[in-house]
């Protein structure tokens, strides 16, 4: 069975940080393609940054160069620091793989 669990959510403020951390049960991990997802309220859920199993990233344009995704195969272990961050990425943040979804992570930035 595959779980993904994420934690590191919160309420910051304008300019701030958070590090979010997917824990994933997840056959052959190393090999699969990891990202996380964002909704906002009233709004579709978007891709926000992947990482294939060789290490490439892909980053949505909202948050390049403020965004890093890694990931550590040994620990199965996925994680994306959000530095700079604004009132815009607010929304709930989801860790993906193929078919599966965590239960998601609130990130909430506001003064």
């Known amino acids: 069975q595959v779980q993904l669990v994420e934690s590191g959510g919160g309420l910051v403020q304008p300019g701030g940080s958070l590090r979010l951390s997917c824990a994933a049960s997840v056959s052959l991990f190393s090999f699969q393609t990891m990202a996380w997802y964002r909704q906002a309220p009233g709004k579709q859920r978007e891709l926000v940054a992947s990482i294939t199993s060789t290490g490439n990233t892909n980053y949505a344009d909202s948050v390049k160069g403020r965004f890093t995704i890694s990931r550590d195969n040994a620990k199965k272990m996925v994680y994306l620091q959000m530095n700079s961050l604004e009132s815009e990425d607010t929304a709930v943040y989801y860790c993906?793989?193929?078919?599966?979804w965590g239960q998601g992570t609130q990130v909430t930035v506001s003064s």
């Open positions: 993906n793989t193929v078919k599966y």
